[in-house]
């Protein structure tokens, strides 16, 4: 069947600008989390959701990041005003239940100039 | 105490030599530790995971050694493949709690 998906695969965008990452978790996955993967570093939780609520935001770095999903379908990630330093690829994952094994999309690169 | 810390960053081994990737942790919580594995472009993939009440556990070629004591666990790839060249993530999770990663080995098999 199919894996998750994330949309777009890269994204470049300027300092400032707002933007939107897209994920779809495998069918029937109650669970879907968000990481962030700076270079060279581990993966970096960001948020988790259990449906449509998010027990679990801690790892959101600040106010300009923010999630929402919609049922047990699609989530997506937004970062308003970005930075330089926003700029990671940016992984989805999914499990049936949650904490589960993880089944990690291919992730979003986000270049911020 | 929620890191986990893994070594080397970087290791390059030859064709059927074995490399071992270890990892330390301080939370005497965590209670699984899943090794990931990521080819260039692609999101991690659970390769083989451990929890304490053993002290090895082995999937094929890949074996995870487990040190309750000393908080430590390793992975080892046994007769190592060019087609094993990754990065290799170990992570530790305590009950309903976060996944908590490395920061990961890159891994090169040459031929």
């Known amino acids: 069947g199919a894996g998750v998906s994330q949309s777009p695969s890269n994204k470049v965008t300027e300092k400032g600008k707002d933007v939107e990452l897209r994920c779809d978790p495998i069918?029937?996955?109650?669970?879907l989390y968000w990481y962030r993967q700076r270079l060279g570093q581990g993966l970096e939780f960001l948020i988790y959701?259990?449906?449509?609520?998010?027990?679990?935001k801690s790892g959101l770095p600040s106010d300009r990041f923010s999630a929402e999903r919609t049922g047990e379908s699609v989530s997506t990630l937004t970062i308003q005003r970005t930075q330089q330093e926003d700029s990671a690829v940016y992984l989805c994952?999914?499990?049936?239940?949650?904490?589960?094994?993880?089944?990690f999309g291919p992730g979003t690169r986000l270049t911020v100039t | 105490q929620q890191q986990v810390k893994q070594s080397p960053q970087s290791l390059i081994v030859q064709k059927g030599g074995i490399p071992i990737i270890n990892c330390a942790y301080e939370n005497t919580a965590f209670d699984y530790f899943p090794w990931y594995q990521q080819f260039p472009g692609k999101g991690p993939a659970l390769l083989i995971a451990i929890r304490p009440d053993v002290s090895e556990k082995k999937e094929g070629r890949f074996t995870i050694s487990f040190n309750k004591s000393a908080k430590q666990f390793s992975l080892h790839i046994m007769d190592s493949q060019p087609g094993d060249s990754a990065t290799y993530f170990c992570a530790a999770q305590g009950g309903s709690e976060k996944l908590v990663f490395g920061k990961g080995t890159k891994l090169t098999v040459n031929p």
């Open positions: 069918s029937g996955h109650t669970a």
């Open positions: 959701f259990q449906g449509n609520s998010a027990p679990d």
């Open positions: 994952a999914s499990s049936p239940l949650p904490w589960d094994e993880q089944y």
